[in-house]
């Protein structure tokens, strides 16, 4: 009779860096998020199509009830994207999570969480943030706000290919990325990313939201480039960036890029 493995050997479960976009709707209209989605999943299908994502109901003017959560889900789903949890706001959308029986992301409490909360609630610990993976929509679908980090760590220098499927996260700190990202990798850092080789994949640069971090790359083939949410993808590049040396940043909303080598 063969022997019952010991339950601390049936598992292996950890914590690491997720690919989640994150949804920010600005009012209750399920036809017109299923609209405004599946526009983004038919210009980038290889980015969103059946992308995990958190539904961000902080920025609606009112509370909504639990039927109406679940349509503005389903207009989610419709769209092909696949909702996973909502993001933590109030006391209200807590409550929803609960009867819809969904997870709350927890990272965002700090930036929704009323100022004259009441004493126990001020009291009351809290949860552990979840690991994140900036990558997020704009506009009505646009990213939540969070506060910038600060890179203060030394900067993280990467001297091996990225290849796809990979990722390289730099927390709270600079990324130096000696070698090539291929299509379908993916280096992300809380604050500005430097890239001496050919990009393919997606940079994601001030992942915490600091809106002062930049992305310069030596030869540029992106699939996407974000900074502090706010990103642009790219079906065909422009021939004027096509391999050439172009850094990426934030003007207001817009991201703009440029080339280095006029």
């Not at 949410?229 to 990426?248: H, K, M, N, S, W």
Request: hydrophobic share 45%; charged share 20%; net charge negative.
């Amino acid at each position: 009779m063969a022997a019952k493995p010991a339950a601390d050997s049936m598992c292996d479960l950890r914590f690491g860096q997720v690919g989640i976009a994150n949804v920010r709707v600005t009012r209750d209209d399920p036809a017109a998020l299923q609209a405004a989605l599946a526009e983004r999943v038919h210009k980038a299908p290889q980015l969103f199509a059946r992308a995990a994502v958190v539904l961000d109901l902080g920025h609606l003017p009112q509370d909504i009830d639990r039927d109406a959560t679940a349509a503005l889900l389903d207009a989610v789903r419709a769209a092909g994207m696949l909702p996973v949890a909502l993001a933590y706001g109030t006391r209200h959308i807590e409550a929803l999570a609960e009867a819809l029986n969904l997870p709350l992301i927890a990272k965002f409490r700090a930036a929704y969480e009323p100022a004259q909360a009441n004493t126990a609630a001020a009291a009351a610990p809290e949860p552990t943030p979840t690991p994140h993976r900036a990558r997020a929509a704009e506009a009505e679908v646009a990213p939540a706000a969070v506060s910038p980090a600060t890179a203060s760590a030394p900067t993280l220098h990467h001297a091996q290919a990225v290849r796809s499927g990979q990722q390289v996260y730099a927390e709270a700190r600079d990324l130096v990325v000696t070698a090539n990202v291929a299509a379908g990798a993916e280096v992300i850092s809380d604050g500005s990313i430097h890239i001496y080789g050919s990009l393919r994949g997606r940079a994601l640069a001030g992942a915490g939201g600091n809106q002062q971090a930049r992305i310069y790359c030596q030869s540029f083939h992106a699939e996407l480039v974000s900074i502090a949410g706010r990103y642009r993808t790219f079906e065909e590049i422009p021939d004027d960036l096509e391999g050439r040396a172009v850094q990426c940043w934030l003007e207001g909303e817009k991201l703009l890029i440029a080339r280095l080598d006029r």
